[in-house]
C-alpha cells in the first residue's frame, strides 16, 4: 500500500493567520514571536534553547531541509506542512524558501549585559533601517562582539527585514532592546567599557588610536542614524569621537560597513598582548 499523503495545513487555520499577523510590529508585541525565514535562521532557531515555537514548511522544503525539520522536531516545535500559498501568505519575502518559523522573543535584559561584564559591545542609537541593524549585529557577531545594545529610538529587532539581515546571529549573542542611550552609556562605563562614538567628522582618527595602542580595553562602539549620524548630545557622551579614515575618493562608508571596520579594529586590538602597533615600529 503507498503511503498517506501527509496532511496539509489550511490556510484559514487558526495558526497560519496568527503566523500572518506577526508581519505587524504590533501583533509580534502582544504575542511576544516573530518569524524566521529561511533554512538558515529556521536552523539557527531550532538549536537556540526554547525558541522555536511552531515550522512551516512546505512537502519540498521537509525533503530538501529535512535535517532542519529533524532539529525542529527535536527542539519541541510543531511541524506544519503547508501548500506554497500558505509559505507565501506568511512570509514577508518576494522569493520564500518554503520554511517558516515563529519563535519567541529572546531579548537579554540590559542588566544581565551588564553583568558579563563585556568586552566589547556595539550601541546601535537611532538606527532606523531594519537591513541596516541586521547587518550590524551580523558584523558584531563575526568580530566577537558580546553584546549588542539597541537603543529606545532605533527599529524594531524583530523587524522581518531585521531578523533576515542577521542571518542567523540574532541566536548568536545577547541584544538588549528599547534601552535609552543615556542609560547604555552610563551602564556600560560603570562596568569599566570604554564609550567610542563613530562618527565621519570625529576629533580621533581610528588608525591613529590604534597605532597609539589604546583599544585593547572593554569597547563600546556607538553607532549613529544612517543619514544624520550621532546628534552633538550623544557623541558628548563618549570618551572619545572617532572617524574612519577615507584614504580613497568616497565620500564616506554606509552605516554597517563603518561598523564592521570599528568593530574588527578593536576586535584586533584587544586579541594583541600589548594593543596594535604600526609594522614600522621597533
Not at 535535517?67 to 522569493?95: K, P
Not at 522581518?160 to 543615556?182: I, N, Q, T, W
Request: charged share 25%.
Amino acid at each position: 500500500m503507498a503511503p498517506a499523503t501527509p496532511e496539509l495545513i489550511s490556510p484559514r487555520s487558526s495558526r497560519v493567520l496568527a503566523a500572518r499577523r506577526l508581519a505587524k510590529r504590533n501583533f509580534r508585541g502582544k504575542e511576544r514571536l516573530f518569524l524566521a525565514e529561511g533554512p538558515q535562521a529556521v536552523r539557527e532557531a531550532a538549536g537556540h534553547a526554547d525558541t522555536l515555537v511552531d515550522l512551516f514548511a512546505t512537502l519540498d522544503a521537509a525533503e530538501r531541509y529535512a535535517d532542519i525539520v529533524g532539529e525542529a522536531r527535536a527542539a519541541g516545535a510543531r511541524v506544519h506542512l503547508a501548500d506554497e500559498q500558505v509559505i507565501a501568505d506568511i512570509s514577508t519575502t518576494v522569493t520564500p524558501q518554503g520554511l517558516v518559523g515563529i519563535c519567541r522573543f529572546l531579548d537579554t535584559p540590559f542588566e544581565d549585559v551588564l553583568a558579563a561584564r563585556p568586552r566589547l559591545v556595539a550601541v546601535l542609537a537611532n538606527v532606523r533601517d531594519p537591513g541596516n541593524a541586521g547587518t550590524v549585529l551580523r558584523c558584531a557577531d563575526a568580530a566577537g562582539a558580546e553584546a549588542v545594545v539597541l537603543t529606545d529610538a532605533s527599529v524594531d529587532l524583530y523587524n522581518p527585514k531585521a531578523v533576515r539581515a542577521s542571518v542567523g546571529s540574532l541566536f548568536h549573542l545577547p541584544v538588549a532592546v528599547s534601552v535609552p542611550v543615556e542609560d547604555a552609556v552610563e551602564g556600560l562605563r560603570s562596568v569599566g567599557v570604554r564609550i567610542l562614538a563613530a562618527d565621519g567628522a570625529g576629533a580621533h582618527d581610528l588608525d591613529e588610536e590604534l597605532d597609539k595602542g589604546t583599544m585593547g580595553g572593554p569597547t563600546a562602539w556607538v553607532f549613529g542614524n544612517e543619514a544624520w549620524g550621532l546628534p552633538e548630545e550623544t557623541r558628548a557622551l563618549a570618551d572619545a569621537v572617532v572617524r574612519v579614515p577615507i584614504h580613497g575618493k568616497a565620500e564616506s562608508l554606509n552605516l554597517a560597513t563603518a561598523a564592521a571596520v570599528c568593530l574588527y579594529a578593536s576586535a584586533r586590538a584587544q586579541r594583541a598582548s600589548t594593543g596594535c602597533r604600526t609594522v614600522t615600529e621597533s
